[in-house]
């Protein structure tokens, strides 16, 4: 069974920072796309930012400057480096993987941006 696994999320103040982490654990498999999504109760779940293995990037408007998503091919690990967080980044952070047009979700890490 394929499983990732989220790390570094927490209760930071509004102009903090935090970094991400996502791992696999059980069965390793390559990943063509990694990524970030986020979703609050009753929003859909949204793309932060993706990353392919050949490191073509892509980011939500709403990150774009202050979020990086870098990947370790090899390990098929992703981290989200978040900036100048703002209150309204709240969010449960999922972490995701694509291969094959199928996708791999871990649970999520809660995501804190508060005063």
Request: net charge negative; glycine share 14%; charged share 15%.
């Given at each position: 069974q394929v499983q990732l696994v989220e790390s570094?999320?927490?209760l930071?103040?509004?102009g903090g920072s935090l970094r991400l982490s996502c791992a696999p654990s059980g069965r390793i498999i390559s990943f063509y796309v990694m990524g970030w999504y986020r979703q609050v109760p009753g929003k859909q779940r949204?793309?932060?930012a993706r990353i392919t293995s050949g490191s073509t990037m892509r980011y939500?408007?709403?990150v774009k400057g202050r979020f990086t998503i870098s990947r370790v091919n090899g390990k098929n690990t992703v981290y989200?480096?978040?900036t100048s967080l703002k209150p309204e980044d709240t969010s449960v952070y999922y972490c995701y993987g694509e291969r094959?047009?199928?996708a791999y979700w871990g649970q999520g890490t809660q995501?804190?941006?508060s005063s």
């Open positions: 570094g999320g927490g930071v103040q509004p949204e793309l932060v939500a408007d709403s989200l480096q978040m094959d047009s199928v995501v804190t941006v």
